[in-house]
C-alpha cells in the first residue's frame, strides 16, 4: 500500500491564483481530513470528510473548499490564494471503527506552499 | 470547541535521561489522545495513544498517563537517545465511530544533548 499520498510537494502561486492540492489513499479509509502547519501554531483542521459525499468545516475553513466524490480522493482547493495560506498543508486518513481501537490518523507528506 | 494546550515549547535534555510533556483539554468530551512526533521535514507520526478508559500506557521508553478529573495527559520519554530528538505533538479527539478531526497542541521542540 502506499498509504496517504499528496501533490504537489511543492507550490508557489500568486496572490489570486487558484489550485488544487491533491490527496488520495489506498486503505479504504472512511474518514479524511486536512490540516495546515504553521509555526508555532501545531496543525489546525481545515475540512473533514466521514464519506464520499459528506465534508464538514473545521477549525480554519475560510478560502478553502473541498469534495469527496470518492473513498480514496479528497482534494483541498484554494479558491483565490492569499499570502495567509503560505504554510504546510498536510491530509491524513482513518477508519471508521466505532471507536474501539484504531484511531490512528495516518498523515501524507505534506505540500509546502508558499503564496506571494 | 476542544482546546489543547502543550508545555513546554522546547526542552533540551541530557542523553539518558527522561524528558515530560505535559498536555492539558479543555472538553471532558473528549476520548481519545494520541501523541506525534515530527522530524525535520516529515509527517506526523504516531508514537502512542490512550483512551479516556485508561490511566496509563507504555510502550518501551515511551509511556502516557491521563488524568481525567484534571483534564490533562502528558508524554514521558525515558533513556532518551538522539534519535529522539524532534517536535512531538499532542492531540485530542472526541471518537464515537472513528476519528475524523484532532485537535492539536503547539508542539514541543526536544533536543537530546549527546
Known amino acids: 500500500n502506499a498509504g496517504v499520498t499528496q501533490t504537489p510537494k511543492f507550490q508557489v502561486l500568486k496572490t489570486g491564483q487558484s489550485m488544487t492540492l491533491q490527496c488520495a489513499q489506498d486503505?479504504?479509509?472512511?474518514?479524511m481530513s486536512w490540516y495546515r502547519q504553521d509555526p508555532g501554531m501545531g496543525l489546525r483542521l481545515i475540512h473533514y470528510?466521514?464519506?464520499?459525499?459528506?465534508?464538514d468545516q473545521g477549525e480554519v475553513p475560510n478560502g478553502y473548499n473541498v469534495s469527496r466524490s470518492t473513498t480514496e480522493d479528497f482534494p483541498l482547493r484554494l479558491l483565490s490564494a492569499a499570502p495567509s495560506q503560505t504554510s504546510v498543508y498536510f491530509c491524513?486518513?482513518?477508519?471508521?471503527?466505532?471507536?474501539?481501537?484504531?484511531?490512528?490518523?495516518?498523515f501524507g507528506p505534506g505540500t509546502r506552499l508558499t503564496v506571494l | 470547541g476542544e482546546n489543547v494546550e502543550q508545555h513546554p515549547s522546547t526542552l533540551s535534555v541530557q542523553e539518558g535521561d527522561s524528558a515530560v510533556i505535559k498536555c492539558t483539554y479543555s472538553d471532558s468530551a473528549s476520548n481519545y489522545f494520541p501523541w506525534y512526533k515530527q522530524e525535520l521535514g516529515k509527517r506526523p507520526q504516531l508514537i502512542i495513544d490512550?483512551?479516556?478508559?485508561?490511566g496509563e500506557k507504555k510502550d518501551q521508553r515511551i509511556a502516557v498517563t491521563l488524568n481525567k478529573t484534571a483534564k490533562h495527559f502528558s508524554l514521558h520519554i525515558t533513556e532518551t537517545q538522539p534519535e529522539d530528538s524532534a517536535v512531538y505533538f499532542c492531540a485530542a479527539a472526541l471518537t464515537n465511530f472513528g476519528n475524523e478531526k484532532l485537535t492539536f497542541g503547539t508542539g514541543t521542540r526536544l533536543t537530546i544533548i549527546p
Open positions: 491524513a486518513s482513518s477508519y471508521a471503527d466505532l471507536g474501539t481501537g484504531g484511531d490512528e490518523q495516518f
Open positions: 470528510s466521514v464519506g464520499a459525499g459528506i465534508t
Open positions: 490512550i483512551r479516556s478508559n485508561v
Open positions: 486503505m479504504n479509509h472512511e474518514y
